[in-house]
């Protein structure tokens, strides 16, 4: 049964750290894979669960920068290249997964680009609809197997404050009927991938596979590399100086939500839920704009539900749980 979307008692928050959230559990024989964990929040996701004895693998659309990152990092890691808008390039890394592992015990969700110009990939779909969503989607799907085959698996999938912007437009999600724009295409692509952990929940709970999708906090990483300075003065990430924004979190803090979520004992039989600062986040109230809880239209199951089967047409791949 999908947890109740309502904050509950943790001992972690808004400053907490990845290190500090996964201090004193042992992931020793644990599988992890982490898309994207070369760079930004994923690196840091990556050095918390390899610290506590995960065995990782990273999947990198740049392998040669993944290994300048993570080859002096310690830890069992691997990297194999992973291309989440190419459909081939997904299906033989995760046959690559399934050649090294029996099981799949945490899938991180990480790796996304955002607000960037209009761009299709090889099928036409509209790039961040594509890489966010879509190549996840594939991907879990493909590693589907291994996650049963766990005990007590779980998928955490990186959504964003940007969902509150706008829903998935399940009609024309990839923007061939209405003029494009980076920033509602970026918001449909969050909203998704917390529609898909909601969805993804409901299918798995009966193999005791549980899904989670989480809002990092505002930080400065690679993934404003679309942005220009002048934009992200203009919405308060930086200063006329330069400065970043002071409720903005470190790399380390930003990823410890998804760490929490992959490893708390809190969450244990839980799932389906959206969260934010090491909790499960609190509704919005539409009346009072403010920086957090999350919107009803990624907690509306129908909906949820009808983005699966979109996705199942777009991909061509049908999930089997």
Same mark, same amino acid.
């Given at each position: ?144 197997? +291994?996650?049963?085959?766990? &005990?007590?698996?779980? /998928?955490? =999938?990186? #959504?964003?404050?940007?969902?509150? %912007? $706008? ?32 969805? +993804?929940?409901?299918?798995? &709970?009966?193999?005791? /596979?549980? =899904?989670? #999708?989480?809002?990092?906090?505002? %930080? $400065? ?41 992959? /490893? ?52 061509? /791949?049908?999930?089997?749980?």
């Amino acid at each position: 049964m999908t947890t109740q979307q309502a904050p509950i008692s943790s001992p972690f928050g808004y400053r907490s750290t990845a290190k500090e959230v996964v201090e004193g559990i042992d992931l020793s024989g644990k599988n992890v894979l982490v898309t994207g964990g070369y760079s930004g929040l994923g690196t840091e996701t990556v050095r918390a669960l390899a610290g506590a004895g995960a065995n990782v693998i990273v999947g990198a659309r740049r392998p040669d920068a993944a290994h300048e990152v993570l080859d002096e990092m310690p830890g069992d890691i691997e990297v194999l290249g992973l291309d989440l808008s190419d459909p081939a390039s997904i299906d033989a890394f995760a046959a690559a997964v399934s050649e090294k592992w029996g099981r799949l015990d945490i899938l991180i969700n990480n790796a996304a680009i955002m607000a960037s110009p209009l761009a299709r990939d090889a099928r036409g779909y509209e790039m961040q609809f594509a890489t966010n969503h879509l190549g996840h989607f594939q991907l879990t799907a493909r590693l589907w197997p +291994l996650l049963k085959a766990a &005990e007590g698996a779980r /998928v955490v =999938a990186l #959504s964003s404050i940007g969902h509150r %912007i $706008v829903g998935v437009d399940i009609d024309d999600p990839n923007y061939n009927n209405r003029e494009y724009s980076k920033w509602p295409a970026y918001g449909q692509a969050k909203s998704a991938n917390a529609l898909f952990a909601l969805h +993804l929940d409901t299918l798995g &709970e009966p193999h005791g /596979v549980r =899904a989670f #999708s989480v809002h990092p906090g505002g %930080i $400065v990483t690679p993934l404003q590399r679309h942005l220009t300075m002048e934009e992200q003065t203009a919405m308060g990430w930086f200063d006329a100086e330069g400065n970043v924004n002071e409720a903005f979190k470190s790399t380390e803090e930003g990823a410890s939500t998804s760490v929490w979520c992959a /490893v708390s004992p809190l969450l244990e039989g839980e799932g389906g839920v959206y969260c934010e600062d090491c909790n499960i986040a609190a509704p919005a109230d539409p009346n009072k704009p403010g920086p957090g809880g999350v919107h009803p239209h990624v907690l509306d199951a129908g909906i949820a539900a009808k983005l699966w089967a979109k996705s199942e047409e777009l991909t061509g /791949v049908e999930f089997r749980p």
